[in-house]
């Protein structure tokens, strides 16, 4: 049984304000291990060993802190086998995956190590003779860190690994489903001679603690991933208290698929796009919008992709899905493909042979039939359920594409570039593809979306160090 920890200030604890135990999703029969919850103690503790952390932190040069997250990518990389079984053994995410997960994470180590010693400012031109005129950034002290379970690696290091760089001190809380891989990872770090009180793992429900740590620690910025109504109050908070805030939420992504797509390409990116990490990516395709007049050999060539789908237990290197990740996820899935097949026609679906009541698994399923405004079409399901929608022709694609309260990712299938291009401007998502899976955005890239999607903040690549750091601007007057 593995077990939780907290780890605040350079210290191991173990919390007491109650438990949860993990059931391996693959096989709930299987106790993983337990998870120690913390109470508002333990959170205020890890805001002041952030807090005193941070003068020591703030005052390395770019250079040195670069180097720590070089020496934390090296370890993350020799224990990749090591974390990703304790990942997909905690969460249901297939092995091949978080194996890639996991190298996502490293890459990114490296990605932010190197940047401490690029430029990060500018000299602008003064008025007057004499002065010399510049930017830099600056840290914005203790960061609030807030993680799903869908990504347990590589979401927390695509913001922590940022906010670090940038001279901060960070607060972590994962997810209730992630805390054992969180746990893992702080001590390969550890291990690697992370430096005390800079990162501070603080296990516990969101819905007890999250409070303490937005309304009663004083947090410089919080980042947040996770569902659209916690970053709804979780912004509503910040802006109150005027705190640097970014959420990211929901997604409801379209692919659409016009007449001249080639379907040899198209039908594996959609697949991966809906039924990769069982459909638990905010990025996921969740809507397949199809010329008309190509439905019927789309529908046929997509059964056949479905057919050939493999759906196993998550450590099994052939599962090409897992399961869900918790009972509550399953039964949240099950609601909406409950509704699809009482309200919708089957398009397609996946029949994988898995042992029935073992795990969560839930059967890939793509329905039609349903109208643009039906819950299927409009909510979030986060599971491996896709509705297809048809379309006129590709301005009404676009219509319907866009008809949605979120603007993560689109993609759009053609071969005309003209089409392509179009689609490139016409998609109102923060990431938009051709001719690719609508998930899959890679490292070096911002990351974020439009509408309800998130707070118009980007992540990853050069986009987070504008939001983990302030700009500062120096004159200097000389004779
Ligand atoms: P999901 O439904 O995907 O689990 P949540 O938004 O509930 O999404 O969770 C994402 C993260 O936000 C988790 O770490 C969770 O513990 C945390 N969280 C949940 N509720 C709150 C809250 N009220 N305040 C702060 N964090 C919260």
């Given at each position: 049984?593995?077990?939780?920890?907290?780890?605040?200030?350079?210290?191991?604890?173990?919390?007491?304000?109650?438990?949860?135990?993990?059931?391996?999703?693959?096989?709930?029969?299987?106790?993983?291990?337990?998870?120690?919850?913390?109470?508002?103690?333990?959170?205020?503790?890890?805001?002041?060993?952030?807090?005193?952390?941070?003068?020591?932190?703030?005052?390395?040069?770019?250079?040195?802190?670069?180097?720590?997250?070089?020496?934390?990518?090296?370890?993350?990389?020799?224990?990749?086998?090591?974390?990703?079984?304790?990942?997909?053994?905690?969460?249901?995410?297939?092995?091949?995956?978080?194996?890639?997960?996991?190298?996502?994470?490293?890459?990114?180590?490296?990605?932010?190590?190197?940047?401490?010693?690029?430029?990060?400012?500018?000299?602008?031109?003064?008025?007057?003779?004499?002065?010399?005129?510049?930017?830099?950034?600056?840290?914005?002290?203790?960061?609030?860190?807030?993680?799903?379970?869908?990504?347990?690696?590589?979401?927390?290091?695509?913001?922590?690994?940022?906010?670090?760089?940038?001279?901060?001190?960070?607060?972590?809380?994962?997810?209730?489903?992630?805390?054992?891989?969180?746990?893992?990872?702080?001590?390969?770090?550890?291990?690697?001679?992370?430096?005390?009180?800079?990162?501070?793992?603080?296990?516990?429900?969101?819905?007890?603690?999250?409070?303490?740590?937005?309304?009663?620690?004083?947090?410089?910025?919080?980042?947040?991933?996770?569902?659209?109504?916690?970053?709804?109050?979780?912004?509503?908070?910040?802006?109150?208290?005027?705190?640097?805030?970014?959420?990211?939420?929901?997604?409801?992504?379209?692919?659409?698929?016009?007449?001249?797509?080639?379907?040899?390409?198209?039908?594996?990116?959609?697949?991966?796009?809906?039924?990769?990490?069982?459909?638990?990516?905010?990025?996921?395709?969740?809507?397949?919008?199809?010329?008309?007049?190509?439905?019927?050999?789309?529908?046929?060539?997509?059964?056949?992709?479905?057919?050939?789908?493999?759906?196993?237990?998550?450590?099994?290197?052939?599962?090409?899905?897992g399961p869900v990740a918790s009972s509550s996820q399953y039964d949240s899935v099950m609601s909406y493909v409950t509704m699809a097949r009482e309200?919708?026609?089957?398009?397609?679906?996946?029949?994988?042979?898995?042992?029935?009541?073992?795990?969560?698994?839930?059967?890939?399923?793509?329905?039609?039939?349903?109208?643009?405004?039906?819950?299927?079409?409009?909510?979030?399901?986060?599971?491996?359920?896709?509705?297809?929608?048809?379309?006129?022709?590709?301005?009404?694609?676009?219509?319907?594409?866009?008809?949605?309260?979120?603007?993560?990712?689109?993609?759009?299938?053609?071969?005309?570039?003209?089409?392509?291009?179009?689609?490139?401007?016409?998609?109102?998502?923060?990431?938009?593809?051709?001719?690719?899976?609508?998930?899959?955005?890679?490292?070096?890239?911002?990351?974020?979306?439009?509408?309800?999607?998130?707070?118009?903040?980007?992540?990853?690549?050069?986009?987070?160090?504008?939001?983990?750091?302030?700009?500062?601007?120096?004159?200097?007057?000389?004779?």
């Amino acid at each position: 049984m593995i077990h939780s920890q907290n780890y605040i200030g350079g210290e191991w604890s173990i919390p007491t304000d109650g438990e949860l135990i993990v059931h391996n999703p693959s096989n709930v029969k299987e106790q993983v291990g337990i998870v120690h919850l913390s109470g508002a103690s333990e959170v205020l503790h890890a805001e002041q060993a952030a807090r005193s952390a941070l003068p020591g932190w703030a005052g390395l040069s770019p250079a040195k802190r670069g180097d720590t997250l070089g020496r934390l990518a090296t370890a993350l990389e020799a224990n990749v086998e090591t974390l990703a079984t304790i990942a997909s053994r905690e969460m249901g995410k297939p092995i091949s995956e978080m194996k890639g997960e996991v190298m996502r994470g490293v890459n990114l180590l490296k990605y932010y190590a190197a940047e401490g010693v690029r430029s990060h400012g500018s000299v602008i031109p003064a008025s007057e003779a004499g002065v010399l005129q510049y930017t830099k950034r600056v840290p914005l002290g203790v960061v609030g860190i807030i993680t799903p379970w869908n990504f347990p690696v590589a979401i927390p290091i695509w913001k922590i690994a940022p906010a670090l760089l940038c001279g901060n001190t960070v607060v972590w809380k994962p997810a209730e489903f992630a805390c054992l891989t969180a746990t893992k990872m702080i001590e390969i770090f550890v291990d690697a001679g992370l430096p005390a009180g800079i990162i501070n793992l603080v296990i516990g429900k969101g819905s007890k603690i999250g409070d303490v740590l937005l309304e009663h620690c004083n947090l410089n910025a919080i980042s947040f991933t996770g569902s659209t109504s916690t970053g709804q109050r979780i912004a509503a908070i910040c802006a109150r208290r005027n705190i640097k805030y970014q959420t990211e939420m929901g997604g409801k992504n379209a692919a659409v698929v016009l007449k001249d797509a080639d379907l040899d390409l198209a039908i594996p990116a959609i697949l991966s796009g809906a039924f990769r990490s069982a459909g638990q990516k905010c990025t996921a395709t969740s809507r397949i919008i199809v010329e008309r007049e190509i439905m019927p050999s789309f529908t046929a060539a997509l059964q056949k992709g479905m057919e050939a789908l493999i759906m196993a237990p998550a450590l099994d290197a052939k599962a090409y899905l897992g399961p869900v990740a918790s009972s509550s996820q399953y039964d949240s899935v099950m609601s909406y493909v409950t509704m699809a097949r009482e309200q919708a026609q089957v398009v397609a679906e996946c029949k994988s042979d898995v042992a029935d009541g073992e795990g969560y698994f839930i059967h890939p399923l793509v329905v039609s039939g349903v109208s643009s405004d039906h819950p299927l079409v409009q909510e979030e399901i986060f599971g491996p359920v896709a509705v297809v929608l048809e379309a006129d022709n590709y301005e009404h694609a676009v219509a319907l594409c866009n008809a949605t309260i979120f603007g993560l990712s689109a993609s759009v299938f053609t071969q005309d570039l003209n089409q392509g291009l179009r689609f490139l401007d016409d998609a109102e998502v923060g990431m938009v593809r051709v001719n690719q899976e609508t998930a899959g955005v890679e490292y070096q890239a911002p990351f974020g979306g439009t509408k309800w999607s998130s707070s118009h903040t980007r992540e990853q690549g050069q986009a987070a160090l504008d939001f983990y750091s302030e700009v500062k601007t120096c004159a200097i007057k000389y004779s």
